[in-house]
C-alpha cells in the first residue's frame, strides 16, 4: 500500500498536545490524519474528504463529539460506514450507552493507551472492509437479478417477495414495483407515486426519502454502491416501515444499461413475521440478541424490548452494540431495514 493510498483517519480532539500525539502515532503506523480542534473544524474538513474513520473527543467547545455525530448520521449518509470512535475521559456508564445509542461504534478511555487505540483502529477497518466487500457482492447480485425486468418471470419472481421492490430509472422514473410496493402505494399509507416515482405520505418522510434516493442515484451515476436506510411514518399515527435505499451503478458487462435505484419497503409491523431461528443464522446471532432483533423489527422501541425482555436499558444498548457489529450497521434504521431483508424476504402466504 502507498501512502497515498493508506487509510485516512480523522482526528477530532480540542487538546493540542494529544491531538498532535495521536496524528503522530497514527503516522508512525502507516495511517494519513486529518485533525480539527472542535466539530466545527471536523465539518468544513469534511467538506473536502472522506476518512475511513473518525477519532473524536466527547467534550469540546462549540459543537461537541455529540453534535458531530448526529450531524454526520443525518446528513452524510455517504459516511455511514465510516467507523466513529469516541475518545473520552468520561468512563461513567450511561455516557458510553449514550454514544452507541447515536452509532457510535466503540470508544477510548483517556489518558489513551496509544497500543489499544492502535489496535481499535485496524479491528474496525479491518471489519469495514469485510462489511464494504460483503455488501459489495450483493449489490453485484441484486444489480444482475435487476437488470432485465422485461422478463416476465423476472416480473413474477419480485411479486413473491414480502418485501416491497420499487425499481427506479437513472432518472428517478418509475420502471417496476411489485405487488407488495403497489398494495402498500395503493393503500396510500406509507407511499404514493407522484409523477411517476415514489414518495411518501408524510411530509418529513417524504423528503428524507427523496433526498435518499437522489443520493443514491448520484452514487450510482459515478459507479459507487451506496445503501441508505430511511424510515417512513403514517401521518395518522406512529406505524412505520422501513425504506431501503440502494444505488445500482452501470453493470460493467452490460454498458448499455443505464444506473438505476432500487427501494426495498419492509412490511407494516403487523404483518412483519420474523423468523428467530432463520435471522440468528443469517447474522450469527444469540438468543438475546435474536430476540431483541426480532421486536426492533416488528416496530418496538428499545425502551419497550428492555421491559418487555425484563432486562435493562443498558444491557439492550449492550445488545443493540453487537447487532450493529456482525450486521455491518450503525444506526437502528439500517439495521431494521437489514434484518428485514433477510428473514422477511420470501412471502410466506
Not at 46 to 55: K, Q
Not at 291 to 310: Q, T
Request: glycine share 6%.
Amino acid at each position: 500500500m502507498t501512502p497515498a493510498e493508506a487509510p485516512l483517519i480523522l482526528v477530532v480532539e480540542d487538546e493540542s498536545a494529544l491531538r498532535t500525539d495521536i496524528a503522530d502515532e497514527l503516522h508512525e503506523a502507516g495511517y494519513r490524519t486529518a485533525v480539527a480542534a472542535d466539530g466545527r473544524q471536523a465539518l468544513n474538513l469534511l467538506a473536502g474528504i472522506t476518512p475511513d474513520m473518525v477519532l473524536c473527543d466527547i467534550t469540546m467547545p462549540g459543537l461537541d463529539g455529540y453534535g458531530l455525530l448526529q450531524t454526520l448520521r443525518d446528513k452524510r449518509p455517504d459516511l455511514a460506514t465510516t467507523p466513529f470512535v469516541f475518545l473520552t475521559a468520561l468512563s461513567e456508564p450511561r455516557h458510553v450507552v449514550e454514544g452507541k445509542l447515536m452509532g457510535a461504534d466503540d470508544y477510548l478511555v483517556k489518558p489513551v493507551d496509544y497500543d489499544l487505540m492502535l489496535a481499535t483502529v485496524a479491528a474496525r477497518l479491518r471489519q469495514v472492509d469485510r462489511i464494504r466487500q460483503h455488501h459489495g457482492g450483493e449489490i453485484r447480485d441484486l444489480r444482475h437479478a435487476l437488470t432485465n425486468l422485461s422478463d416476465g418471470g423476472a416480473a413474477q419472481a419480485l411479486d413473491l417477495i414480502a418485501l416491497g421492490v420499487v425499481l427506479l430509472d437513472d432518472r428517478l422514473c418509475l420502471l417496476h414495483a411489485n405487488r407488495a410496493a403497489r398494495a402498500m402505494a395503493a393503500e396510500g399509507q406509507f407511499i404514493a407515486w407522484h409523477r411517476n416515482t415514489i414518495s411518501a405520505s408524510e411530509p418529513t418522510c417524504d423528503r428524507a426519502l427523496r433526498r435518499a434516493v437522489a443520493d443514491a442515484a448520484a452514487a450510482a451515476a459515478t459507479g459507487a454502491e451506496r445503501v441508505i436506510g430511511v424510515t417512513l411514518q403514517r401521518a395518522t399515527d406512529t406505524l412505520s416501515v422501513s425504506a431501503l435505499v440502494c444505488a445500482l451503478p452501470r453493470p460493467p458487462d452490460n454498458p448499455a444499461v443505464p444506473p438505476r435505484v432500487a427501494v426495498f419497503l419492509s412490511p407494516p409491523a403487523h404483518n412483519r413475521r420474523v423468523s428467530e431461528p432463520l435471522l440468528a443464522d443469517l447474522f450469527g446471532l444469540t438468543p438475546t440478541e435474536t430476540r431483541v432483533a426480532a421486536a426492533l423489527a416488528g416496530g418496538a422501541r428499545p425502551a419497550d424490548v428492555a421491559r418487555d425482555l425484563g432486562i435493562s436499558q443498558t444491557t439492550i444498548a449492550f445488545h443493540m452494540r453487537n447487532l450493529f457489529q456482525k450486521t455491518g450497521t450503525n444506526r437502528q434504521t439500517d439495521l431494521v431495514a437489514l434484518i428485514l431483508a433477510g428473514p422477511m424476504m420470501i412471502d410466506a402466504r
